[in-house]
């Protein structure tokens, strides 16, 4: 079981906007930052989104993320064919002194 | 352009060890924390350990604490996974990673490596 909690799965039409959200505790996303990755098929995770908010050189505005509370929510709209993906959160755990990652969503694109 | 290319994975029996290693090059390497992250096969992914700059901060997963030691040599710009008596459930895709950020809890993998696969079985 992962410590922060993400649907195992999302879906949406081309051009729709849709959300993934990632559940934790007071210990993670409480109290620390959390960044989203994206996961394409057969390669390795990429920053998506860092500090909650934050999206590196490169990554479209389609792409956005949030954060309250002990919660978080990563929004793509416009959505296209090529996000079909997993999407990864994670933050700092202050009470396991560890990165703590969500168990991903495996985005569909219909 | 940061490059991170890892190497060392392979076939193991379980109790037997392994090394892997992580050249890294298109940045100051001294500067910044690294990290290794693993996915097991269809799994999502778990961060194993993280070293500070200058190496005199260390932290360790639960899960691998006390048979993997990571360790970083900032001439050669190389990280390193020293893991000893492994297991089946060791058996994954191992990532090094490059650190950003200003202190710990703000800290994110801005670079990811290709991996390097474990095979851990007998």
């Known amino acids: 079981q992962s410590v922060l909690t993400q649907p195992p799965s999302a879906s949406g039409t081309p051009g729709q906007r849709v959300t993934i959200s990632c559940s934790g505790s007071s210990s993670n996303i409480g109290s620390n930052t959390v960044n989203w990755y994206r996961q394409l098929p057969g390669t390795a995770p990429k920053l998506l989104i860092y500090?909650?908010?934050q999206r590196p050189s490169g990554v479209p505005d389609r792409f956005s993320g949030s954060k309250s509370g002990t919660s978080a929510s990563l929004a793509i709209s416009g959505l296209q064919s090529e996000d079909e993906a997993d999407y990864y959160c994670g933050a700092w755990d202050d009470s396991l002194n560890a990165w703590v990652f969500g168990g991903g969503t495996k985005l569909t694109v219909l | 352009e940061v490059q991170l290319l890892e190497s060392g994975g392979g076939l193991v029996q379980p109790g037997g060890s392994l090394r892997l290693s992580c050249a890294a090059s298109g940045f100051t390497f001294s500067t910044y924390a690294m990290s290794w992250v693993r996915q097991a096969p269809g799994k999502g992914l778990e961060w194993v350990s993280v070293?500070?700059?200058?190496?005199?901060?260390?932290y360790y997963a639960d899960s691998v604490k006390g048979r993997f030691t990571i360790s970083r040599d900032n001439s050669k710009s190389t990280l390193d996974l020293q893991m000893n008596s492994l297991r089946a459930e060791d058996t994954a895709v191992y990532y090094c990673?490059?650190?950003?950020?200003?202190?710990?809890?703000?800290?994110?993998?801005?670079?990811w490596g290709q991996g390097t696969l474990v095979t851990v079985s007998s």
């Open positions: 990673a490059k650190l950003q950020g200003p202190y710990k809890q703000a800290w994110h993998f801005e670079y």
């Open positions: 500090t909650n908010s």
């Open positions: 070293i500070s700059g200058g190496g005199s901060t260390i």
